[in-house]
């Protein structure tokens, strides 16, 4: 069974929405503009890694998908979270032996993959949490 959705979003849903939300516009913005504008954005990037820098932009549509299913309150809300923070680590093991390795990339990109996985686990382990509540109380 896989349980049904309580009838109220708590109040972590919604702080986690609008962090979402947020977090993805700022990296669309700030991953599009390296990735697409050949100008101060991608010089001052530095030694970016490109798979670390696709697989961001491109969550970044995922995190507003999330934060919409977040504050909608939806079991795919939930879910999605869960998946993004596990993606999100293994692109930052894939990181790690990148750097192991010898490749070039940027300190800021290790500060800001730290930060992502932290952000994510977070909101992951409410959600993980919600759902076992949820498969619980049936």
Do not use: C
């Not at 680590?89 to 932290?118: K, P, Q, W």
Request: glycine content about 12%; charged content about 10%; aromatic content about 14%.
């Amino acid at each position: 069974m896989m349980g049904h959705m309580p009838d109220k979003r708590p109040l972590w849903a919604s702080i986690a929405a609008v962090v979402a939300v947020v977090f993805g516009a700022m990296t669309l913005y700030s991953g599009g503009s390296v990735l697409f504008v050949d100008g101060e954005a991608r010089a001052a990037a530095g030694n970016y890694v490109p798979f670390v820098l696709w697989f961001n932009f491109i969550a970044g549509f995922a995190y507003i998908l999330t934060g919409i299913g977040l504050f909608l309150w939806r079991l795919w809300g939930l879910l999605l979270a869960v998946s993004l923070a596990a993606v999100t680590l293994l692109v930052f093991a894939a990181f790690g032996l990148h750097i192991m390795i010898g490749g070039a990339y940027e300190t800021r990109t290790l500060g800001a993959m730290t930060l992502r996985s932290v952000v994510w686990l977070v909101i992951a382990g409410f959600a993980a949490n919600t759902w076992k509540n949820m498969q619980k109380n049936g």
